[in-house]
């Protein structure tokens, strides 16, 4: 069965620290993408990335950065210099391998981020 | 290039009542996926739409059903209210071609349902 967990809840930071976010995931397929998605206060999903299972890659895209390792099923991402417009709710998903728009989403981490 | 959208906003029903919930997706895509959001959870995939027909569907009762029209916007229905059916509910649109998707999925801002 697929799986995703986001074991941290809720964090609190404050302006310009640096925060991770960690993603745990749990698959039988040897395909599949992974995605974070924001969710500000107004409830719409933001996209903010996907990787393919077989792109190990970090990648980074301004102050966001992600950290794929196959080897632990962890996707985690990093948000440098953290900013107040930064606070939402951030998902964690992973895909179905043959449609990408079925998503197993994680239940979420609160972020908030203080002045 | 408007995005996706959803209407209502808000809607409060009571329980065994029915709601239709309804779905514009972003121009140029074809295919709508439906999620359903409970408080303090992640979304739920409820189903997928493309040309007309379900194409793949989540662990949701039949008392939810959707349809999608020619134009490609889509409807959510769900009968028989329970007071778990309070949510919020997500639109996504994305492009499919030749059975691949091609465009990231867009999510609209949900219509938020309450059952009481």
């Known amino acids: 069965a697929q799986k995703v967990t986001q074991a941290q809840t809720e964090i609190s930071v404050v302006e310009k620290e640096d925060v991770t976010l960690d993603c745990v995931y749990e698959t039988r397929d040897t395909t599949y993408y992974l995605f974070w998605y924001k969710q500000p206060p107004s409830g719409e999903l933001v996209f903010l990335i996907r990787?393919?299972?077989?792109?190990?890659q970090n990648e980074i895209s301004g102050r966001y950065s992600w950290n794929f390792q196959k080897s632990t099923s962890s996707f985690n991402f990093t948000i440098t210099a953290s900013q107040v417009v930064d606070s939402a709710v951030y998902f964690c998903a992973l895909s179905d391998p043959y449609n990408t728009d079925k998503l197993i989403f994680g239940t979420g981490t609160r972020l908030q981020v203080f002045p | 290039d408007a995005g996706v959208t959803q209407s209502p906003t808000h809607l409060i029903k009571t329980r065994g009542q029915q709601v239709t919930l309804r779905c514009s997706p972003k121009s140029g895509h074809d295919t709508v996926s439906w999620y359903q959001q409970a408080l303090g959870q992640g979304p739920q995939f409820i189903f997928q739409?493309?040309?007309?027909?379900?194409?793949q569907r989540g662990n949701f009762p039949d008392r939810f059903s959707g349809h999608q029209f020619p134009n490609y916007s889509s409807e959510l229905n769900v009968n028989a209210l329970l007071l778990g059916d309070s949510a919020l509910y997500l639109c996504?649109?994305?492009?499919?071609?030749?059975?691949?998707?091609?465009?990231?999925?867009?999510f609209g801002p949900g219509t938020r349902l309450t059952v009481l």
């Open positions: 990787r393919n299972s077989f792109d190990e």
């Open positions: 739409y493309y040309e007309e027909e379900e194409r």
């Open positions: 996504a649109s994305s492009l499919l071609e030749r059975e691949v998707l091609t465009d990231t999925q867009y």
